[in-house]
């Protein structure tokens, strides 16, 4: 996936987490007739009281309505219509690689340092207005106007996707009128047109309702794919107090339709509780010592949560013990999935740490929930300062800070 310009703290496990599970949830293409969740189900852990099993959301082309037979009702004793096999389903889309750039695309260097046609942005209150028209580009920034909001039109990342299927790469360009810590964005679609950069059109821009993009990638089957948010993570805004989805874009031939994903943000709001223990350890053994830390979820909220999401960072420690055990964690990922958490219910882990640290007052363990859809679809949550919980001894704080 293409990055943006901007950091944020979060997105490292957050990347971790789709590394592992992008595989699954991409879209089978634009030619799809409908979008289907499929639960992929691991074996339930006895440490586990709140039916807890691994779950992936893995969206998959429901074929099976155009593999339907045709034709008039077939009359007793007369013969069938002949009916084709069921077509061969696609297989599954998967990311554009960004490098080497493909036929016809173009570089996010090139792209710097160009000219080129950018659609108008959708004006959010609280913005002033942003540049568009041609704009000449020079070392990635347009279009700055030198004011009290200090406006400058930056690119960001870049990703390709073949959106009409020709066989020439198409440049999708993320392009944000920064203002301070965020301001309006958009992804364009881009061709070359002989010695000159085409803009095809605008993929999607953020409006009301999407008010940011956090990572977007072109995909093989010619879609895009964008990771929106319903706020604007800055200025100290929680991660969880705002919705994060999945949305694919596909070319019509004039414009870019959405194709995948939820087409509105959900209207309830959850409430999950962290609470995390004290890290506890024992004398060491050849230097290395085990800990042990209690890490309580409890679903305080009106509403079901049907997927939890529970995203792990460690600080000079290594993952020990059942409670790490691979079929409840996905390879290589910090996040761990359980099942519905209804009303008042509470889930409880026993989880153990090993280190070599010296002093284990420095040793840190910091547990994020995250309340989700089965489609994956991350929702709000109406008290996101309590959505995590800190292990650590002597109240240090581990590595990785969030807003």
Known sequence: MS???DSDPLR??????????????RAAGVAAATI????????????????????????????????RPTGPPVTPGSPGPTVSASPTPRPPATPVATEPVPAGGISRDELRSATFDVPAFVENEGY???????????????????????RQLIIGGVSYADIDGNGQWETIVHLECSQGETGPQQLIALRRAGST???VGA???????????YDFTG?????????????????????????????????????????????????????????????????????????????????????????????????HAEVAGPGWA???????????????????????????????????????????AFSAMTNGDLLADSKPDDNEGSGNLAGISPEIQFG
């Not at 496990?13 to 949830?25: M, S």
């Not at 991660?239 to 989805?245: D, K, N």
């Not at 999935?337 to 420095?362: C, I, K, M, Y």
């Open 3 to 5: 990055e943006f310009h």
């Open 12 to 25: 490292t496990l957050f990347a971790e987490y789709e590394d592992d599970t992008a595989p699954q949830i």
């Open 36 to 67: 289907a969740v499929r639960r992929l189900r691991k074996v339930r852990s006895t440490l586990i009281a709140a039916g807890v099993a691994l779950l992936f959301a893995m969206p998959v082309a429901a074929y099976a309505l155009m593999s």
């Open 128 to 150: 002033v207005p942003c540049g568009s028209g041609s704009i000449a580009f020079i070392n990635g920034s347009g279009g700055m106007v030198l004011s009290e909001n200090n």
């Open 197 to 199: 950069i085409q803009t």
């Open 203 to 213: 993929v999607v821009k953020t409006d009301a309702e999407i008010q940011q993009f």
């Open 219 to 315: 995909m093989s089957d010619g879609t895009v794919q964008v990771n929106v948010r319903s706020g604007r993570i800055c200025c100290d805004v929680p991660y969880s107090s705002m919705q994060h989805q999945v949305r694919g874009y596909g070319w019509t031939g004039q414009r870019f339709e959405q194709v995948l994903g939820s087409r509105s943000f959900h209207s309830d709001k959850v409430n999950l509780q962290v609470t995390v223990s004290k890290l506890v350890f024992g004398k060491p053994t050849a230097g290395v010592r085990t800990g042990t830390v209690m890490v309580r979820v409890s679903n305080t909220g009106p509403v079901a949560v049907e997927d939890v999401i529970l995203l792990l960072s460690l600080r």
């Open 326 to 368: 691979a079929e409840r964690w996905l390879p290589r990922s910090p996040a761990r999935h359980f099942e519905t958490l209804r009303p008042g219910e509470n889930l409880e882990l026993d989880l153990s740490v090993t280190t070599t640290q010296a002093n284990v007052n420095e040793v840190g363990v910091q547990i994020f």
